[in-house]
DNA sequence: TTGACATATAAACAAATGTTCGTGTATACT
DNA sequence: AGTATACACGAACATTTGTTTATATGTCAA
């Protein structure tokens, strides 16, 4: 167990500045500047403590590199977690379109990668299924078409990009001959699909196999109200 | 509109390159790191590029200063959305219990405040509908009675404790003299309350205001396949 | 006091690093 | 052809920056 108390007044301060500098700039400060921000003269007594800091464990030193510096032990009272700043952050999952009963699903590599900085959405990490959010996308469902499937106008989806899907599993399919997008249950039957609505309420859908494009398997759907 | 492919490959390789940096280092790389990795032999036209980064906006430069980079737009492919320094982290709401339909639901208050410190889930803000998470709970569907309200069994609905509601609201509401559990949405009439499935083809529940309990405003829904 | 040790200071040094400038090479357009 | 533009190259330059050395100060214990 780590003992902030253990470190000097001036380290807490080091270690304390780092972090907000950090947070602030997006990088690590250099030697000089700690000195400057925690009134140490000298370079080589910032050197020397934050070689102290090495020892316990706080932080790591990349040597001869400017700002070769990262922390990676929690401060107690300022930081949580260590953490890389700059970087993306976990679990944003790209919005990359809506999806409507009688039009064909835009996957990023349709429209070419374009994908605006905002159209990404927070999803809880329980709602990724354990896929990477590298291979998942969601989409905003547009009209009543899906009642049978449970999922309504508004609804957000979670898919995985994958072009096949087992029994059992929700897919979202384009339909060509019909001219139609659904989101179902997936059954490989002995000459067709079914496609199963989530609601048993409603009739299963008998597709030939080419007249059925798998785009992506459903992990989750968030709905929010008002 | 942002889009990748406006990029020069090498452009693209750089932006690959400082993301995987910062993710091993911990901080960024230096122009010069940056050019003998993406096969660049002049440090200016390291520069010049980085310079068509931050006029695309992907990167923030800070002049003058060593590795003064950092990314601040998503790279399709690689990383997801940037990282906003100061924006809450993903919100944990209690999950308190589960809601069937033929029983009562189990508030905080009804058991004590028994809230093991594992039963918090991650609720993306947007879930939240802007209220504080002190005041928001969650709970686990058990059953198909609700898949009139669009809502099936394993489902987690986000609720906002409140005994009244407004109308238009989902609401859960306990119903005492038919001994059961519901959410609908909640519109007052003239003698009575009528209690809207969300799937139209449903029909409505006519209640006596002496028999329906509020126990909270339905702000979402969760739900996670397999 | 003496000595050992941790910490602090200032100065000098060497290397890393961002910036700038002159020039060259395509490509597209007039 | 001529011109503009985007992109690239190499070299020189000025800072920034990490490192090292010699020295000083403080505390604590023998």
């Known amino acids: 167990m780590k003992d902030f108390n253990l470190l000097s007044r001036r380290q807490q301060n080091m270690l304390r500045f780092m972090h907000n500098y950090m947070l602030e700039r997006g990088f690590p400060p250099s030697i000089r500047e700690i000195g400057e921000e925690c009134d140490i003269g000298s370079t080589s007594v910032v050197n020397y403590n934050l070689n102290k800091l090495v020892d316990a464990g706080y932080i790591v030193r990349s040597g001869k590199v400017s700002r070769g510096l990262r922390i990676v032990a929690a401060i107690p009272g300022v930081a949580q977690a260590p953490r890389v700043i700059g970087l993306p952050a976990p679990n944003q999952v790209a919005l990359v379109g809506r999806i409507a009963a009688g039009e064909p699903i835009s996957l990023p590599e ?83 699909i079914r496609l199963q609505p989530a609601n048993m309420a409603y009739q299963p859908l008998y597709v030939h196999p080419a007249n059925c494009e798998i785009k992506g398997k459903v992990l989750s759907v968030m709905r929010s109200f008002r």
């Open 110 to 192: 349709d429209i070419g990668h374009h994908i605006d900085e905002d159209d990404y959405i927070a999803v809880p990490p329980q709602l990724l299924g354990g896929y990477d959010e590298g291979e998942v996308f969601a989409l905003t469902v547009r009209g009543d078409s899906m009642v049978d499937s449970m999922i309504q106008d508004g609804d957000i989806v979670i898919l995985r990009r994958q072009n096949t899907a087992d029994n059992g599993e929700m897919v979202a399919a384009w339909l060509p001959d019909d001219n139609e997008t659904t989101l179902k249950h997936f059954y490989r039957e002995a000459d067709n």
